[in-house]
T-cell receptor, first 116, second 116 residues
């Protein structure tokens, strides 16, 4: 079935390195994508979003890239810090009948561990 | 105020109990959501309210009953739950779904529910 998935379930990096977390999606009708960070015992925290009419968006230390041709989404974190250690989820919004229903579907998540 | 608050933080209940989870936001958002998250899994959508009306029910069992008393409050009434319903229950809100434009969802910290 259609799904949003991640290539790697875990990622370990050294402090100061750049991190790249990948996500594949299969629904070409998806028009909006979000990256969330979830720390242990907390709810998901919004990091950055991108709409399907864009291929790149930058925030503070984070960049999201969208490749609609291969249905691939990535989150790049520059100068990764120990405080970035968390589970990262991509999520997609699937349009139905021309209307956006607010139905986010989450990927399986990647555990990012940053070593000092 | 950019917070979504949830009470209680933790809840332990028996299978014959009736309890309620509460969620509140004061960001003026008109869409509110309930998600269920099992350990090491992504959040799964349960219900969506738009302008205080239920717009999405993801085939959730009737032992879960949502209620939206006003635009700032969202409740989830629980009755006759099963041990497999133990999970983190997350509430989220977003600006507006009526115009068909997807906006970021802000999550609360969740209620950790244990059903004995």
């Amino acid at each position: 079935g259609e799904s949003v998935g991640l290539h790697l379930p875990t990622l370990s990096v050294q402090e100061g390195d750049n991190s790249i977390i990948n996500c594949a999606y299969s629904n070409s009708a998806s028009d909006y994508f979000i990256w969330y960070k979830q720390e242990s015992g907390k709810g998901p925290q919004f990091i950055i979003d991108i709409r399907s009419n864009m291929d790149k968006r930058q925030g503070q230390r984070v960049t999201v890239l969208l490749n609609k041709t291969v249905k691939h989404l990535s989150l790049q974190i520059a100068a990764t810090q120990p405080g970035d250690s968390a589970v990262y989820f991509c999520a997609e919004n699937r349009r139905a009948g021309g209307t956006s229903y607010g139905k986010l579907t989450f990927g399986q998540g990647t555990i990012l561990t940053v070593h000092p | 105020d950019t917070e979504v608050t949830q009470t209680p933080k933790h809840l332990v209940m028996g299978m014959t109990n009736k309890k309620s989870l509460k969620c509140e936001q004061h960001m003026g958002h008109r869409a509110m959501y309930w998600y269920k998250q099992k350990a090491k899994k992504p959040p799964e959508l349960m219900f969506v309210y738009s302008y205080e009306k239920l717009s999405i029910n993801e085939s959730v069992p009737s032992r879960f009953s949502p209620e939206c008393p006003n635009s700032s409050l969202l409740n989830l009434h629980l009755h006759a739950l099963q041990p497999e319903d133990s999970a983190l229950y997350l509430c989220a809100s977003s600006q507006d779904m009526a115009q068909g434009i997807m906006n970021e969802q802000f999550f609360g910290p969740g209620t950790r529910l244990t059903v004995l």
